[in-house]
C-alpha cells in the first residue's frame, strides 16, 4: 500500500466516522471508517476471530457495539467489511473489496 492511497481514506474521517473507529475499537482494535460521501460511512474490521464465520456471524459479532451509536450514524453505515488478517491479502474476493476501502473510487453524490 502506498502512502498516498493511505492518505486518501484516512483524508476521508470525519467527527462520525471517529466515534464508529473508537465504539468498535474496544472490543475490536483493527476498526477503520470514514465518510465516504454525505450519506455514507464505509467501516472495516479485521479480526482474526472472524476465521471460519459467515459473514451474517461477523456481522452478528459487530452489530450490538454499533447499536451503540446515534441512529443517524447507524443509519449512514452503507458498507461494513468484517476480514480474517488473512482475507486482506489471500481471498481475491475480498482483496477487492479491500483495496475499495482503501483506495475509495469516486462517489456519484
Known sequence: MTKAVEARWKSMRTKESRLVEKVLRESFPQTDAYRYNPASVRVRV????????????????????????????????????????????????????????????????
Open 46 to 109: 479485521i479480526d482474526s476471530r472472524f476465521e471460519g464465520k459467515t459473514i451474517e456471524e461477523r456481522d452478528g459479532m459487530v452489530e450490538p457495539l454499533l447499536k451503540k451509536l446515534p441512529k443517524e450514524i447507524q443509519a449512514d453505515i452503507m458498507n461494513l467489511l468484517t476480514l480474517t488478517p488473512s482475507e486482506t491479502t489471500d481471498s481475491l474476493r475480498k482483496q477487492a473489496d479491500n483495496l475499495e476501502f482503501e483506495d475509495p473510487s469516486p462517489s456519484e453524490l
